[in-house]
């Protein structure tokens, strides 16, 4: 079974970055699909950006596009969050999960293995 631990969050003032990771234990995840997410309280789970199981491949929600960049070590069982020019809208809690069957995703209820998250507050 795998075990998914999110880290890199905190507190950012608008227009700053931060790198999220999520390191998998337990199993190797070099060969599936993986995914970001992110939540605020009283609010659904949010699709945030997904990777194919090689990294070919990368999807992102309209909100993050051309600011957060997803990418993935599989030597290092890892997937990364790049965030750029992030803005206060963007704070939430973000989580990493991975899809057993088929391919990216981006709807969460196909996820599986989420981890804690780790928070992530933008400040204006």
């Known amino acids: 079974q795998v075990q998914l631990v999110e880290s890199g969050g905190g507190l950012v003032q608008a227009g700053g970055s931060r790198r999220l990771s999520c390191a998998a234990s337990g199993r190797s995840f070099s060969m599936l699909p993986m995914g970001w997410f992110r939540q605020v309280p009283g609010e659904e789970r949010e699709f945030v950006a997904t990777?194919?199981?090689?990294?070919?491949?990368?999807t992102y929600a309209d909100s993050v596009k051309g600011r957060f960049t997803i990418s993935r070590d599989n030597a290092k069982n890892t997937m990364y969050l790049q965030m750029n020019s992030l803005k206060p809208e963007d704070t939430a809690v973000y989580y990493c999960?991975?899809?057993?069957?088929?391919?990216?995703?981006?709807?969460?209820?196909?996820?599986?293995?989420w981890g804690q998250g780790t928070q992530v507050t933008v400040s204006s």
């Open positions: 999960a991975l899809k057993l069957y088929g391919l990216e995703s981006q709807k969460a209820n196909e996820f599986t293995g």
């Open positions: 990777i194919s199981r090689t990294g070919d491949r990368t």
